[in-house]
């Protein structure tokens, strides 16, 4: 073969290693049957979410996951595309709501924290929410007893003045 080609090749490895290591989930959607105009809307959303969406040849992807000791089996069959996340739900997410609209996007596989992940894990993490609905949520909890206790005393202090 010629040199050209497996450098290449090997430099398309070396991209998908370190966007995976990059990542804090990867996810493998079949995404046969969307037309572009789909696929680009995805990729927009995906972007807005700090994730992208790759289309790689399945040995190559093969051949990176390897070296990076991830065994995904059977499932980097067909048409593939690599969803790529810096934050945890962020591809996931995106995935699921657009799965739900176009159902040709079937989800298959991925990995979450350096993990192989099944697809019905993958459609868990995506329905979280992200880290800062995470934050909001616990302040709210932290904030709901202080705010009781100052109208438990403010309802006491009425009750005193009467």
């Known amino acids: ?22 990542s804090q989930s990867i996810v493998i959607a079949e995404y046969r049957g969307l037309t572009v105009a789909e696929l680009t809307e995805l990729r927009r959303e995906l972007r807005k979410n700090k994730a992208s969406l790759n289309v790689y ?33 962020g ?12 159902k040709k996007l079937v989800i298959k596989a991925g990995m979450i924290d350096g993990k192989v992940a099944t697809a019905e894990e993958i459609k868990t993490i995506g329905s979280l929410p992200n880290k800062e609905g995470l934050i909001a949520m616990f302040l709210c909890c932290l904030k ?19």
């Open 1 to 22: 073969m010629n040199q050209e080609i497996l450098k290449s090749k090997q430099a398309v490895v070396t991209k998908i290693i370190d966007a995976a290591k990059k």
């Open 57 to 89: 040849k399945n040995t190559l992807v093969t051949r990176a996951f390897q070296e990076l000791k991830l065994d995904l089996g059977t499932d980097l069959t067909g048409p593939n595309a690599y969803v790529f996340s810096e934050e945890l739900t």
């Open 91 to 102: 591809g996931p997410s995106v995935l699921l709501k657009f799965g739900k609209k176009h």
């Open 144 to 162: 709901e007893p202080v705010a009781k206790f100052a109208r438990t005393l403010d309802a006491y202090s009425k009750t005193k003045k009467a």
